[in-house]
Nanobody, 127 residues
Framework: QVQLVESGGGLVQAGDSLRLACAAS????????VGWFRQAPGKEREFVAA????????KYAGSVKGRFTISRDNAKNTVYLQMISLKPEDTAVYYC????????????????????WGQGTQVTVSS
């Protein structure tokens, strides 16, 4: 079992930055890809970014590319999402998830390929 806990969300103004953290406990996630997803009210959960177990491969949604950076510290069993130049449309609950390692990077954007999820952290960006 893997438990994931997100932190770092909050209320910020447009143009501000936030860094989210996803701390894993239980089984180590160092060999598993981890992704960030978000869900805004009334919308479906959408892919934001993902990182391979080693950290050497990353993938981003087009809407966040150049503004968000995913990274991981396997010694701390933690994955980060650095967000800069935040926009009101980034407002959502952000979830981290650990992907089933039998899938590869081609499946990073598919939430049903992730088998452990955190509870989410709210990010609100005011205009």
């Amino acid at each position: 079992q893997v438990q994931l806990v997100e932190s770092g969300g909050g209320l910020v103004q447009a143009g501000d930055s936030l860094r989210l953290a996803c701390a894993a406990s239980g089984r180590t996630v160092s060999s598993r890809p981890v992704g960030w997803f978000r869900q805004a009210p009334g919308k479906e959960r959408e892919f934001v970014a993902a990182i391979s177990g080693s950290g050497g491969n990353t993938k981003y949604a087009g809407s966040v590319k150049g503004r968000f950076t995913i990274s991981r510290d396997n010694a701390k069993n933690t994955v980060y999402l650095q967000m800069i130049s935040l926009k009101p449309e980034d407002t959502a609950v952000y979830y981290c998830a650990s992907q089933n390692p039998s899938y590869g990077s081609n499946w990073y954007g598919y939430p049903d390929k992730y088998d452990y999820w955190g509870q989410g952290t709210q990010v609100t960006v005011s205009s």
